[in-house]
């Protein structure tokens, strides 16, 4: 099992450009999650999915921010225009089920530099 | 979800026990306990979750008390490659509950 895999792992991008960060969940899981950790906040869920339907994406911060899930082995989190304050490190986690009994598994994360 | 309260920080000698606190006195029945960690810059891990009793895997002992209001997550022999932020978390029993990260300790294990 390869985890979840997120790419890239690095981003370094220019303010007001197109930025586009992807996730492959754990095969077989249906649920996923985008976090987003920051030193001021922490990690803040911006999204979720349940068999590819977002179900809560409160956490979203604006418009700028989107996400999708087209199937159940790929989703992408893609911030249009991106400004310096989305720098952080983005993280997506999958489970097996929406259910409390099922933990999540993170991905190693994606840090976004916007300057 | 229930709040918890953790110490911000941390330190344990390797080899020894590291006994990390959490308070969650407002849990409610069906809420389950979970434990995360984060080694810098690395994705938060899994460690050990619980509902009412207590529960041990390779990583971890979780210690509930009865009247479910705080828990402690127990490394039996800590090592440098313990340190690391820990999370204790209170997730709803019902479908559809998230993991809603606090700020955690900050566990230092020193040689």
């Known amino acids: 099992d390869a985890g979840v895999i997120q790419s890239p792992r690095h981003e370094v991008t220019e303010m007001g450009q197109e930025v586009t960060l992807r996730c492959k969940p754990i095969?077989?899981?249906?649920?996923l999650f985008w976090y987003r950790q920051t030193m001021m906040r922490g990690l803040e869920l911006l999204i979720y999915f349940n068999n590819n339907v977002p179900i809560d994406d409160s956490g979203m911060p604006e418009d700028r921010f989107s996400a999708k899930m087209p199937n159940a082995s790929f989703s992408t989190l893609k911030i249009q225009p991106s400004e310096p304050r989305d720098s952080a490190v983005y993280f997506c986690a999958s489970s097996l089920g929406g259910e409390a009994n099922y933990g999540y598994t993170f991905g190693s994360g994606t840090r976004l530099t916007v300057v | 979800d229930a709040k918890t309260t953790q110490p911000p920080s941390m330190d344990c000698a390797e080899g020894r026990a590291a006994n990390l606190p959490c308070n969650h006195s407002?849990?409610?029945?069906?809420?389950?306990v979970y434990w995360y960690r984060q080694i810098h810059s690395q994705g938060p891990q899994y460690i050990i979750h619980g509902l009412k009793n207590n529960e041990t895997n390779e990583m971890a002992s979780l210690i509930i008390t009865e009247d479910r209001k705080s828990s402690t997550l127990i490394l039996p022999h800590a090592t440098l490659r313990d340190t690391a932020v820990y999370y204790c978390?209170?997730?709803?029993?019902?479908?559809?509950?998230?993991?809603?990260f606090g700020e955690g300790t900050q566990l230092t294990v020193n040689p």
């Open positions: 407002t849990i409610s029945g069906n809420e389950y």
């Open positions: 095969s077989g899981h249906n649920s």
């Open positions: 978390i209170v997730r709803g029993g019902t479908s559809g509950s998230r993991l809603t």
